[in-house]
């Protein structure tokens, strides 16, 4: 089950709440920049889902964590996002786990 909060997904990853919320902000950010790229790269959104079994969470932090792309536009922006190299309690692919968990987050605005 996906963390409903930003607290959640804190505390199920070690990390601090502002930190759970920086790395939201610069998800969205870097997929501003290169998202209409990635979904061009397949003939339709639709099959751009489909690779990621319908989960758009997951299409978004594959495109902007993968190469980290993110961290070109988080100096964009001067959002120090070093502390997601110090993960080391975690393998890499758990990074992905965390951006999923990340954009799975409900906002409430």
Known sequence: MAAQTYTQVAKEFGITVEQAKQLSRVMQTTWN???SDFLAS???EKAALADFDGNSAHLVAEAVLDANRYKVHARYDNEDVSWIDSLS??????????????????RIF
């Open 33 to 35: 920049y290169v998202g």
């Open 42 to 44: 397949y003939p339709s």
């Open 89 to 106: 309690d975690y393998p890499p692919r758990s990074v992905l786990e965390l951006g999923i968990a990340v954009q799975s987050v409900r």
